[in-house]
């Protein structure tokens, strides 16, 4: 436990630091500080005891050594238990600092700007807040660190109504200091690893911050718990809000939450998609959110049961009456998750309060987003047993690399299908075949071994929407049979990524059956 008589305190984020000193002084408690939070805490009409005051040893080297000093050190590592260390301590002059307030010089931010030299970032590595923090919470058994401000009221509250900080939350704080000091030495690593080692760092670090519990894993068997990127800030499956739901979120639901936003962030006209085992079987685009979602949902009305829904606009009223609306017919309409940037008010109370499946449903806003909030920089992690591999995200799209390679150019109305068809194919698991019309996917083949056997299931579900409509394959067709089941099924044009020594085969075959083909140049394994 920690009876504060003196406190430390040196932030670089100021804020709560005055709310936080008031209520020490308040208490009795001496304040030692240091210059920049010194002169912020008399602003606000506070007065502290400078450093230099309290070691009697000027700041030097521009202020970087301040702290650095043994009478600082030795008043937060000083054991209160030991009269001996305690009398050697007071003959020294060294008094007892009992609570150390600290956060650490902005490295992170300052080194993340794309302007930022590495002279700047270096000179922005804190060494005397670290030092503090090492201090204070290996003696967090007489000494309380605070690193966060979001931490400043329990203490004073603890303060008082007992009169010291318990030693089950000085322990709290000390793991909360030790992680902070971690984590800003791995950011400082990884920022010279980037510099020194290129993108793919010899030794690859990471952080994480639990987000919540699981319902479960893959499997009800399995545990569970999401976690998020510590300085996460893109709108992702990981940062969304969730706004209703009675029940938690399994690992299935938020993979294909993932899969779901990460379709429609990609699509720029109001957007629908509905994704099941981490592919989508129905996705749209169209004038409004609710026509969008409409023409999603048939895609595949009985894939679509269960699935997670992803609108890349606000969804209002009229769209959310689309969704709750009974279906004609089997199977029931229900959605496990629906997730879009916002919810009109009166939106949000039609899909709550649906007496059926509204309490059940989970529903998430993700905030809004730009083509620019997307993280380019970003690492896409797959884990295999044993390790890690780290690649960079998947955001190619179909580009002015397209060419076509038939007789037949593709009519405008095609062009548009195509480059949809080809966008949804990207998301789609791999071996990938979509057929779309209307901007509208009618038929999905995913995850097979061969494009054939995709093709043929993209077909069939697709049936009689499948004439007039396009088709689009995640990598290059070994085979012409692929053309040969789009043109027996009806399809009008196809786009694939080319780059095959048989080429030409599928290409002749196009031509022969009257088919209009692209090549894009980009394959889109999914695995």
Known sequence: ??????????????????????????????????GGTARFLRQQGIQVTDIPAFVGFPEIIGGRVKTLH????????????????????????????????????????????????????????????????????KNHSHVAVLTD???????????????????????ELALKAFRLAARYDR?????????????????????????????YGENPHQAAALYRELLAAEPSAATATPLSGSKGLSYTNLVDLNAAIELVKELDDPAAAIVRHASPCGAALAPTVGEAFDRAYESDRASAFGGVLAFNRTVDSEAAVRIVEPAAGDPPKFFEVIVAPDYADDALEIITRKPSWGPRVRVLKTGPWTRQAIDARAFDFTRVVGGLVAQDRDLAAVGREVHVVTDRQPTEAEWRDLRFAALCAKHVRSNAVVLAKDR?????????????????????????????????????????????????????AIIQPGGSHRDSLSIEAANRLGLAMAFTGLRHFRH
């Open 1 to 34: 436990m920690a009876c504060v008589r003196r406190a430390l305190v040196s932030v670089s984020d100021k804020r709560g630091a005055a709310e936080l000193v008031a209520g020490l002084e308040a208490l009795g408690v001496e304040v030692v500080s240091t």
């Open 70 to 137: 043994p009478l600082i050190h030795g008043g937060i590592l000083v054991p209160r238990d030991s009269p001996e260390e305690l009398a050697a301590a007071e003959r020294h002059g060294v008094r007892p600092i009992d609570l150390v307030v600290v956060n650490l010089a902005p490295f992170e931010a300052t080194a993340a700007r794309s302007d930022c030299t590495i002279e700047e970032a270096i000179a922005t590595i804190d060494i005397g807040g670290l030092a503090l923090i090492h201090s204070a919470a």
């Open 149 to 171: 401000p979001d931490d400043y009221e329990p203490v004073l509250q603890a303060l008082r109504r007992e009169g010291e900080v318990p030693l089950s939350l000085c322990a």
């Open 187 to 215: 950011a400082v690593a990884r920022y010279l690893a980037g510099n020194v080692e290129g993108r793919f760092p010899t030794q690859l670090t990471l952080d994480f911050v639990k987000v919540q519990d699981l319902r």
């Open 440 to 492: 509208t996917l009618v038929g999905v083949g995913a995850g097979q071994m061969t494009h054939i056997d995709a093709a043929f299931l993209a077909v069939r579900k697709a049936g009689e929407r499948a004439r007039g409509a396009v088709l689009a394959a995640d990598a290059f067709l070994l085979y012409p049979d692929v053309i040969e089941a789009a043109a027996q099924a009806g399809c009008v």
